[in-house]
């Protein structure tokens, strides 16, 4: 099985920083994207951004400039580095990964449990 943890998240203040973190575990035999996605009370989820092992990266309007998504192949690690925080930044952040299993080779998205990222103005 493939797990995904996340951390990193909490309580910060409007314009302050956070960084959150996503390890990928279990039987991989392949990492092609991993991602970020937030859903707010009331909102559908959403797409952050996303990174593919290569490196390429895509990102939300709403955060381009403010957040950059990194990738460390070696630790099978997201990371999510978030500056300039925004009150409507607020939401449960879920870390994706399109994953190949190790053991049947097929690929499927898993997902973390979620981390509570609060900003307050």
């Known amino acids: 099985q493939v797990r995904l943890v996340e951390s990193g998240g909490g309580l910060v203040q409007s314009v302050g920083s956070l960084r959150l973190s996503c390890a990928a575990s279990?039987?991989?035999?392949?990492?092609?994207?991993m991602g970020w996605y937030r859903q707010a009370p009331g909102k559908q989820r959403e797409l952050v951004a996303t990174?593919?092992?290569?490196?390429?990266?895509n990102s939300a309007d709403s955060v381009k400039g403010r957040f950059t998504i990194s990738i460390d192949n070696a630790k099978k690690t997201v990371y999510l580095e978030m500056n300039s925080l925004k009150p409507e930044d607020t939401a449960v952040y879920y870390c994706?990964?399109?994953?190949?299993?190790?053991?049947?080779?097929?690929?499927?998205?898993?997902w973390g449990q979620g981390t509570q990222v609060t900003v307050s103005s």
């Open positions: 994706n990964g399109r994953i190949a299993q190790g053991m049947s080779y097929m690929t499927a998205d898993y």
């Open positions: 279990g039987s991989i035999f392949k990492i092609n994207a």
């Open positions: 990174i593919t092992s290569g490196a390429t990266t």
